[in-house]
């Protein structure tokens, strides 16, 4: 790296340096531990168990070939036939393969009374040849398999045990990589469902089981998606009555040869272009407006609601006094903000008069639409704040805003509101970035610390500078909680919900909580990371340890979510916030 500066005396020099990137090999070696600590001891266990498994359907593994490798298929199917449950059957559906050394291989393979082999006189595609698989299943679920991958040896087991549950539909695993060398990598401890998540990818993909019935009511696989018909299928039982399961274990070892799509996503465009339609269509058939546009990585989208009304936004802006960054947020509310019905209700908790003089002498004429709040004098409350701005409000909605917040998008409300129209959907967060460009919120993960953290912190906030943890902190997806600093909800939502606890939360966790309430409610929360601010955190409070009876408040009301947070692996870690795997 070349670094062109001047000195202090007006020369130009340039600096010759070398930048070491490191945390690949780390990542390995604590997933290689991880296996040894955490995956051995779940395959023994299950080996001991599955003689013993009272409800043992039948599972249907359904692969599609063609011209493969007959090394890659013989070992694919080994890992079918080490399995600990044995309750198996492998229905092939080739597509028209032309190479003899792969027709020989399936040839073998039939001979096995538990594999069913049959072929198309020509190519038709993945779909049609799943399909013709399908045709043979006679199992309660199907398993789906491609034709190069691994199962973990206990695989089927924890599909069997998913299954037992009648109201399950579908049930997925978390999957990693394994190279030509056979060594294991990148692994993806996915969040239980997410039905936001899977609209931004398809997060599900491997190991993946349907209800066969579910799978046969719907018509099965797609030729219209061919390259995507996982994900159109996916998406199309995701919209039938059901539960859909997710068992928190490294099922699928997904082979990353030349070629692949677990090497190199962003070459296969027809993957990607079935995608977007198969997305389209699902919009269509919930009776959605939206548009599907490319998301900010390869294989992920936007989905853009239209917003059906403009209504009225109050935004709820307590002030401690520090005029400054006040007057930074009334200006990226003005001058950044490209949605216009909003009022700004400022809550003035100072200990002086300077808010009071600001809003007189430049707030009223800069920002008309403001109105202001005297609550000089009193203790500071942040829950009896934003409490007393709900109260006044006038606006159907209602967007929780610090003062040391700065709009960094001109449609970053209308990216909120979006979500926070939508019936189903409670709290919506935004992206929040420090002045330096590295995310300060991505959403709020319940556990860590003992209590709850920011997603992502200190991450790199544009995408281009850091695709981290499958880009998660860039994709639309279900949290159990935002932050206040940046929160938009219905007032009727924020009201059911009981508002601000003004009493147990007086001043942290209260966004929390509002959060946590909202989704036993039977709401979901949304991060967006298509609205992104500045958020001036460290410049308006330090790093002060919570009030310790707020925390086991947090704790004690909580105690489920913070044990498991249903977004949040168990196999990540609790000590830091950058999704690293768990070693505690």
């Not at 080490?82 to 073998?108: M, N």
């Not at 199992?139 to 299954?163: C, K, M, N, S, W």
């Not at 700004?344 to 707030?363: H, P, Q, T, W």
């Not at 330090?542 to 105690?559: C, F, G």
Request: aromatic share 8%; charged share 25%.
């Amino acid at each position: 790296l070349a670094v062109r500066a001047r000195t202090r005396d007006g020369r130009e020099k340039t600096a010759v340096c070398t930048l070491y990137v490191v945390g690949a090999d780390d990542r390995r070696s604590s997933y290689r531990q991880w296996i040894e600590r955490v995956e051995r001891p779940e395959i023994d266990q299950a080996r001991r168990d599955a003689p013993a498994l009272e409800f043992r359907p039948l599972l249907s593994v359904v692969m599609p070939t063609f011209n493969t490798r007959p090394a890659l298929l013989r070992a694919a199917i080994e890992s079918l036939r080490v399995q600990v449950y044995d309750r198996w059957e492998l229905c092939i559906g080739d597509d028209g393969s032309t190479d003899p050394a792969t027709c020989e291989a399936l040839e073998a393979a039939a001979a096995d009374p538990r594999i069913k082999v049959r072929r198309l006189p020509e190519n038709r595609g993945i779909a049609a040849a799943s399909h013709l698989a399908l045709a043979e299943a006679s199992g309660e679920f199907v398993v789906l398999l491609d034709h190069d991958d691994l199962l973990a040896p206990h695989a089927l087991y924890e599909i069997a045990r998913a299954a037992a549950d009648p109201q399950v539909t579908m049930i997925y695993s978390d999957e990693d990589k394994i190279d030509a060398a056979g060594v294991r990598y990148d692994p993806f401890f996915k969040p239980d469902w997410s039905p936001d998540l899977l609209l931004s990818c398809n997060y599900l993909n491997h190991l993946t089981a349907i209800r066969t019935e579910v799978l046969r009511s719907l018509g099965g696989f797609s030729p219209t998606y061919d390259f995507s018909q996982d994900y159109d299928l996916y998406l199309r039982v995701a919209e039938q009555p059901g539960r859909i399961v997710h068992v928190p274990k490294v099922l699928y070892h997904w082979r990353a040869a030349e070629g692949s799509s677990a090497l190199a996503p962003g070459l296969k465009t027809r993957s990607a272009s079935a995608a977007q339609r198969a997305l389209v269509a699902a919009m269509h058939r919930r009776g959605l407006d939206a548009a599907v546009e490319p998301g900010p990585g390869p294989g992920t989208w936007r989905v853009r609601y239209r917003l059906r009304q403009r209504p009225l936004v109050s935004v709820l802006l307590p002030c401690g006094g520090k005029v400054n960054l006040l007057r930074q947020c009334i200006d990226g509310l003005r001058d950044q903000t490209s949605y216009e019905r909003i009022e700004v209700l400022l809550l003035d908790n100072s200990r002086g008069g300077e808010v009071k003089a600001f809003y007189d002498m430049v707030l009223s004429r800069r920002l008309a639409c403001t109105r202001y709040l005297d609550c000089r004098g009193l203790p500071f409350n942040y829950s009896m704040l934003n409490n007393w701005g709900a109260k006044a409000a006038s606006g159907e909605m209602l967007l929780l805003l610090n003062d040391d917040v700065v709009p960094i998008n001109r449609d970053w409300l209308e990216a909120m509101l979006e979500h926070a129209q939508r019936p189903e959907v409670g709290a919506v967060g935004a992206k929040l970035l420090y002045p330096n460009g590295l995310i300060q919120h991505a959403g709020v993960v319940m556990g860590i610390f003992g209590s709850s953290g920011h997603a992502f912190k200190m991450a790199p906030g544009d995408e281009s500078l850091g695709w981290r943890y499958f880009g998660l902190p860039h994709l639309v997806r279900n949290t159990s909680a935002v932050t206040a600093a940046c929160l938009l909800v219905r007032r009727a939502v924020f009201w059911e919900a009981g508002g601000f606890d003004e009493e147990h939360l007086p001043v942290a966790f209260q966004d929390v909580d509002l959060c946590l309430e909202i989704l036993a409610r039977g709401y979901r929360n949304v991060y967006t990371p298509h609205a992104k601010l500045y958020h001036y955190e460290s410049v308006t409070k330090s790093e002060k340890t919570p009030n310790r009876a707020e925390v086991e408040h947090l704790i004690s009301k909580w105690s489920a979510l913070v044990a498991r947070d249903p977004y949040y692996s168990p196999h990540l870690t609790r000590r830091t916030e950058d999704y690293a795997i768990r070693t505690e």
